[in-house]
């Protein structure tokens, strides 16, 4: 789950044809803004399809706006692939006064995604993420690290070596000043949420794998006189089927896609 402004793409190449793993992620989209992926379309594809959830949304995005369609499409995806673990990325860079960003979210907000993945009673993974504004970074993680320990913190901030850098107000959750309107129209949302929700009763549960016995290494070295072989020698049929691949794995090769 990715809630920073810009859209995971990496990790979603990385798992776009396999459904081992689901994507998610909730960010800023349109207009060239980069990486200029993340439409809702972009599905997966093979065994993966379906198994990429993206959200786009459009500038100035608040708190009450984004809880709106974040809420529901998380139970939706607890729900439909019931995962054993989750990861979630909390990029401060959709917090409202980012230099790069350009939603409108407050500490608070921001806060709330945490605290909604702590619901599901899960192994949860959570990881930094963008953030052009290191103030604002700073206060953010703070904040959502002490959602994580159940700690709840004061909003002063104690005195210390960068205690001037966080001024005029000196506090863990400064005034939220909204740079923009916010363009995310309930009817736009409800779309979303709706073409997501659709999607997702397509999804099987995510797979799992009984434990068992590991086998042996696959290509039994012994049976191999690597240093006598002879370059110029064309491989037999057989010696290469001996090394198949499933079509949806990267591989090394001219056509690489990782």
Request: glycine fraction near 8%.
């Amino acid at each position: 789950v990715d809630i920073d402004i810009h859209h995971g793409d990496g990790v979603q190449e990385a798992f776009y044809l396999t459904d081992r793993v689901m994507t998610l992620s909730f960010h800023k989209y349109g207009n060239g803004f980069f990486p200029g992926t993340g439409d809702m379309y972009e599905l997966g594809k093979e065994s993966g399809k379906y198994f990429s959830v993206n959200v786009p949304l459009k500038d100035g995005m608040d708190d009450v706006s984004f809880r709106s369609i974040y809420q529901p499409v998380i139970k939706s995806v607890m729900g439909h692939y019931r995962p054993n673990v989750a990861v979630l990325q909390c990029g401060a860079d959709s917090l409202a006064g980012d230099r790069l960003g350009c939603f409108n979210m407050s500490n608070y907000g921001h806060g709330d995604c945490v605290r909604f993945m702590l619901e599901f009673d899960i192994p949860l993974l959570v990881l930094g993420g963008g953030g052009y504004t290191p103030r604002n970074v700073a206060r953010c993680w703070t904040y959502e690290t002490s959602v994580l320990v159940d700690d709840e913190i004061s909003n002063d901030l104690p005195q210390n070596e960068y205690f001037l850098y966080f001024g005029p107000d000196y506090t863990l959750h400064p005034e939220t000043v909204s740079k923009m309107e916010n363009q995310n129209s309930r009817q736009y949302l409800e779309d979303i949420r709706k073409m997501v929700m659709e999607n997702l009763k397509i999804v099987a549960s995510s797979p799992s794998v009984q434990f068992h016995d590991v086998p042996g290494d696959f290509i039994q070295q012994d049976k191999f006189n690597w240093s006598q072989e002879n370059p110029d020698k064309r491989e037999s049929a057989s010696e290469i089927n001996k090394r198949v691949e499933k079509p949806n794995e990267f591989y090394q090769g001219d056509k690489d896609q990782d």
